[in-house]
């Protein structure tokens, strides 16, 4: 269940710090953003009913992710980011994670917190007293740490004359690829992985690195390899499958 969570929390987050607030609802998501989101949101939310044993938690942690974007709103000039990364190129890139990285990651921590305190609730019982170190939130700060790696170098490897299409679509192809996956083991606690729960992973992070590829960047899927690590080095997974090289 973890694993749907990291996917859930990434989508939720990113799609609030890189969407302009002023925008209307139906217009702020393209309609493959909203299918992945919503096939995510509803595991997500079942996960936080069942677990907390509450019907309220779920809106907690989405009042929290809300909250987020205003804490964020306090320290970075959004409008301002916007435009630069919507004109992100070969050119520019240096100068602007050489401006935006410290930034990010000195308030992630102060404006995620809340969320990472309320989502734990939405670990199964077990998880949580086990997994604490490793919660999806706990993870986030390796993803910026990727993001601005060489300047960003990630996001134009491939030479794509659009560096940022890719990740755009980036949660479409894990909603498309992570079905099986998520129908496998949407009931099963991590601990009770065996080979077959394993290579239903596998096989999803294969169909999610096939479509970054035609898309024309493989490498981004190092960010979906965030939490596939975690979850290979933490289960029985570690005897069946191989830790990619680069993570």
Same mark, same amino acid.
């Given at each position: 269940?973890?694993?749907?969570?990291?996917?859930?929390?990434?989508?939720?987050? #990113?799609? !609030?710090?890189?969407?302009? *607030?002023?925008? @209307?609802?139906?217009?702020?998501?393209?309609? %493959?953003?909203?299918?992945? /989101?919503?096939?995510?949101?509803?595991?997500?939310?079942?996960?936080?009913?069942?677990?907390?044993?509450?019907?309220? #938690?779920? !809106?907690?942690?989405?009042? *929290?992710?809300? @909250?987020?974007?205003?804490?964020?709103?306090? %320290?970075?000039?959004?409008? /301002?980011?916007?435009?630069?990364?919507?004109?992100?190129?070969?050119?520019?890139?240096?100068?602007?994670?050489?401006?935006?990285?410290?930034?990010?990651?000195?308030?992630?921590? @102060?404006?995620?917190?809340?969320?990472?305190?309320?989502?734990?609730?939405?670990?199964?019982?077990?998880?949580?007293?086990?997994?604490?170190?490793?919660?999806?939130?706990?993870?986030?700060?390796?993803?910026?740490?990727?993001?601005?790696?060489?300047?960003?170098?990630?996001?134009?490897?491939?030479?794509?004359?659009?560096?940022?299409?890719?990740?755009?679509?980036?949660?479409?192809y894990i909603q498309r690829c992570m079905k099986n996956y998520v129908s496998e083991t949407n009931a099963k606690s991590r601990q009770k992985y065996a080979e077959p729960e394993c290579r239903v992973l596998e096989e999803s992070r294969d169909c999610v690195l096939n479509k970054l590829s035609d898309c024309g960047n493989s490498k981004l899927i190092r960010f979906f390899d965030?939490?596939?690590?975690?979850?290979?080095?933490?289960?029985?997974?570690?005897?069946?499958?191989?830790?990619?090289?680069?993570?």
């Amino acid at each position: 269940m973890q694993f749907h969570i990291v996917l859930f929390m990434l989508a939720m987050l #990113t799609t !609030a710090l890189c969407k302009p *607030a002023s925008e @209307e609802s139906n217009e702020r998501y393209s309609s %493959k953003e909203r299918d992945a /989101i919503e096939q995510l949101k509803e595991h997500f939310e079942d996960a936080c009913t069942r677990n907390s044993d509450s019907a309220v #938690t779920y !809106a907690e942690v989405m009042e *929290a992710v809300a @909250e987020t974007t205003t804490c964020f709103g306090f %320290k970075v000039d959004f409008g /301002i980011l916007l435009t630069e990364w919507r004109n992100l190129d070969k050119t520019n890139r240096a100068a602007f994670f050489e401006k935006y990285c410290p930034v990010i990651k000195n308030i992630s921590t @102060e404006c995620l917190e809340p969320v990472g305190e309320l989502s734990k609730l939405c670990l199964d019982p077990g998880a949580q007293r086990v997994e604490a170190p490793d919660f999806p939130l706990y993870l986030l700060p390796q993803v910026v740490d990727l993001m601005c790696e060489d300047s960003g170098a990630i996001l134009l490897a491939g030479n794509s004359e659009n560096p940022t299409e890719c990740f755009g679509n980036y949660f479409s192809y894990i909603q498309r690829c992570m079905k099986n996956y998520v129908s496998e083991t949407n009931a099963k606690s991590r601990q009770k992985y065996a080979e077959p729960e394993c290579r239903v992973l596998e096989e999803s992070r294969d169909c999610v690195l096939n479509k970054l590829s035609d898309c024309g960047n493989s490498k981004l899927i190092r960010f979906f390899d965030v939490p596939y690590t975690a979850i290979v080095k933490e289960t029985e997974c570690k005897n069946f499958l191989r830790i990619p090289e680069f993570s």
